[in-house]
């Protein structure tokens, strides 16, 4: 993960799609982190331990379709701070 702040004053995060792709179309609703401030140190933390958070799947018995039936909460934490972050410190 990276981030890049331009001279207005826009952020930007890059090298965390490939760990956001794995909790693509779960719902974020819920997810709390109430108990960190919101700030780059706790963010790259974040970052850190979901990317070390490991993602279960299960065959499905009817059709042996690969099904993700559940990913680590940590990877939405991350994905939380990161919204939470890029409102409160990115220029619009």
């Avoid at 939405?76 to 972050?85: I, T």
Wanted: aromatic share 8%; no cysteine.
């Amino acid at each position: 993960m990276r981030m890049y702040q331009t001279e207005d004053g826009k952020i930007f995060i890059k090298g965390d799609e490939a760990l956001l792709a794995k909790i693509e179309g779960q719902s974020l609703e819920g997810v709390d982190i109430s108990d960190l401030r919101v700030n780059a140190d706790n963010l790259a933390k974040l970052y850190s331990i979901a990317s070390a958070s490991p993602t279960t799947e299960f065959y499905n018995t009817a059709n042996g379709e690969r099904v993700l039936t559940k990913t680590h909460d940590n990877i939405k934490r991350y994905a939380v701070m990161k919204q939470k972050y890029l409102e409160t410190f990115s220029a619009e």
